[in-house]
């Protein structure tokens, strides 16, 4: 393993901060896998999966087990975790611009298409590192003038010719549940699998403001669309994991989180070895038919119902109490299916989204995700 160290744009005089990013196995050889922890800053448990996985991956590559390259980002958001305001930590969205960290990635597709479209073949080996090596061309080229904009330009540059990538999130409070574009539904079942998910949700989204795993699958899907005489593959199956909830981070389970992200490389032969997987915990959902719970008045949060519960419809998924006009309002599922998160503050705005559950049906148009 050897470590490299990038250096962000400067946003101050006399402050700049660094990125690391941690290089196992050989770079050329066999799939690369990157793996990032906590783009939301906030978001923790990342960090501790990706310290276990750092010795487990250290003593693979040492036994002569790894068979392609890892990069690992321990901590892939330096500027969200200094971000400490009256002693709370922010996070989400950068503080000088407002924007969420993980939005604004690239649109690939667009960026590319046309430098692409004279140089493929009928060959989808060959198309594949065209079109790597047109991301990181176009990459090389965009200017990074503000910190915000190193720090995602750095994280690209690191992950756009990866196989697969992970980016390790987590919610508020939550089951394991991961988010995946459609077309890479069968590739990330078994991770799914080994990791116990409780919900796989699945989109396939228009919007113009792509998260960082939609950015690195999309463009593939998004060059079929427009190229289609030509074969390319889905060559990046990118997810974002939801390791459950902010507070969920122990020992015991990021490491058994990072040893079954070992088993999902296994089972791509990233890894020497076998694996047999375990049984699926869920059908994959559409993101569309996932209902977001809503407090209709500000007033105490009292939850009736634990993240990863079955829910049918009707049942109260919480109260909403107001304790100056003694009015109790329940919230109540309106699809069947579990619920993955809610919230981790127990005083509701009114409107606010306090839970979310993973319905089987699609019933929502527009955009999917907050922004
Ligand atoms: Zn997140």
Known sequence: MHTQTHHLTSPATGTQRTLHSLHFGQAGHGQKIYIQASLHADE????????HLRG??????DEG?????????????????????????????????????????????????????PLLTQDAGHNRE????????????????????????????LACDADVVLDLHCDFEAAMHVYVETPYLEQVQPLAQTLGAR?????????????FDEALSGVWWRLRQRLHNHP?????????????GQTDVNHVQAHADAQAIVDFLIHRQVIVGTTSLPVAQCEATPLAGSQTLYAPHAGVI???????????VG????????????LVTPVLAEVDGVLYARHIVRWACSGMDIGKIAGATAFKTGPLLSA
């Not at 448990?45 to 990706?50: C, E, F, I, S």
């Not at 487990?56 to 590559?61: K, M, N, P, V, Y």
């Not at 965009?142 to 994280?155: G, K």
């Not at 009292?302 to 049918?312: D, F, I, K, R, V």
């Open 199 to 211: 919900a796989v949700l699945w989109a396939q989204s228009d919007s113009p403001t792509l998260c």
């Open 232 to 244: 390319i593959p889905l060559a990046c199956m990118a997810s974002t994991i939801e390791l459950r």
């Open 65 to 117: 087990q790894l068979l392609g390259e890892v990069v690992l980002v321990p901590i892939a958001n330096p500027i969200g975790l200094d971000q400490t305001v009256m002693f709370t930590q922010l996070g989400r969205f950068e503080l000088a611009s407002g924007e969420n960290f993980n939005r604004h990635y690239p649109d690939f597709a667009t960026a590319i298409v046309d430098t692409v479209a």
């Open 302 to 312: 009292s939850y009736h119902a634990e993240p990863g519960q079955l829910l049918t």
């Open 315 to 326: 049942d109260v998924v919480a109260d909403i109490v107001c304790p100056a006009t003694a």
């Open 44 to 51: 923790l448990p990342g960090m501790l999966v990706a310290h």
């Open 130 to 157: 065209v079109i790597r090596a047109a991301m990181r061309e176009w990459l090389s080229q965009q200017p990074t003038v503000t910190e915000l904009a190193s720090l995602r330009n750095t994280l690209m540059r």
């Open 56 to 61: 487990l991956l250290t003593t693979l590559e």
